[in-house]
């Protein structure tokens, strides 16, 4: 039987005020007799172990989605030691262009990854491990996902563009999907809506709109058809409904928590008594920017590489 490659597009970050966006994309073959599949599929969600990250993990507890990126990784053939291995085996871009706006004097902030340790125990990683085996018997062969990443700075570069937060993950979730059209020649994929936008063909930058050949746009989802080569959707909530969404999700999360937990060590060495903080817009984040303030600009750390500006471009 042939195979096609089933994406699921989800991402982590879009509206926080510290640290990164993260666009993740979860794929796999799956046989073109996908009953099995889907089956499998299912019953990864239904014992816990696929869906959204919101309901399965939280900030302070994101193992599932490190036991999934350590499992992929390792059954597509690396042996990652470290967080950090892990995320060089996911990273989409180039290591240097994701340096490239960082001072030479503060890129630790991002990318200093001394102290980190896997939070995952042995228990999950075999649970995880197991339902992959599973998934692969029932003719669904997961890959390594892979990860956009586009920090603060670069969030802030393209605001100064004209292009929102928005339009970076549009087109981070384009990039992903691109890719997979290069390497399989039926491709499948699923992305959750970007910012409940409906209309997505007269913003693509990536993905070729000349090449649609049917679209359907509409609250709900939002699908394109690529000739016989590919079938692209965005679909509200689809983290929820679509098993690879969740996975994408939930390793999403871990590398957004990750990332995230870098820059808070980094200011902890600098201003001492600090907490644990998200990066959302609450309460002990706010506080964390106000401690950091002074040490900020004592150090000469660019605001544009700390806190993303509060202003929109327009949609």
């Keep these: 039987m042939g195979a096609t490659l089933r994406v699921g597009v989800d991402e982590n970050g879009l509206g926080p005020r510290l640290g990164p966006l993260v666009v993740t994309a979860a794929s796999a073959h799956v046989e073109d007799d996908r009953a099995p599949g889907n089956g499998a599929l299912a019953r990864a969600v239904s014992e ?10 939280s900030y302070r507890n994101n193992a599932l989605g490190e036991a999934w990126a350590r499992v992929l990784v390792t059954r597509n053939g690396l042996v990652p030691g470290t967080p950090n291995a892990v995320l060089e085996a996911l990273l989409h871009d180039d290591r240097a262009w994701l340096r490239a706006l ?15 340790v896997f939070s995952a125990n042995e228990a ?12 692969e018997n029932a003719g669904v062969q997961l890959l390594t996902p892979r990860v956009v990443v586009r920090c603060t700075a670069r969030l802030n570069e393209a605001l100064a563009q004209g292009l929102s937060r928005f339009d970076v993950d549009l087109h981070a979730m384009e990039e992903l999907v691109a890719e997979c059209m290069k390497r399989a020649s039926r491709v499948e994929a699923v992305c959750g809506k970007v910012g409940g936008r409906d209309r997505y063909l007269d913003v693509f930058r990536v993905l070729l709109a000349g ?3 049917f679209f359907s746009e509409g609250r709900a989802e939002s699908v394109y058809r690529f000739g016989d080569r590919a079938h692209v959707s965005f679909i509200r909530d689809a983290d929820g409904t679509d098993a690879l969404v969740g996975l994408a999700s939930l390793v999403g999360k871990w590398v957004r928590d990750l990332l995230m937990d870098r ?7 600098l201003v001492p008594g600090l907490e644990r903080v998200s990066g959302y817009h609450d309460p002990k984040t706010a506080k964390f920017v106000d401690a950091t303030r002074l040490s900020r600009g004592r ?17």
């Excluded at 960082?102 to 980190?116: A, I, M, R, T, Y």
């Excluded at 000469?300 to 471009?313: D, M, Y």
């Design 124 to 135: 999950l990683l075999a649970r995880v491990a197991d339902a992959a085996s599973y998934l």
């Design 102 to 116: 960082c001072p030479e004097l503060h890129s630790v902030q991002c990318w200093g990854h001394e102290d980190e």
């Design 263 to 269: 820059i808070v060590r980094h200011h902890q060495k």
């Design 211 to 213: 090449e649609v050949v």
């Design 48 to 57: 816990g172990l696929l869906g959204d990250s919101k309901g399965l993990v």
């Design 299 to 315: 150090t000469g750390l660019p605001g544009t590489c700390f806190e993303r500006a509060k202003r929109e471009a327009p949609r």
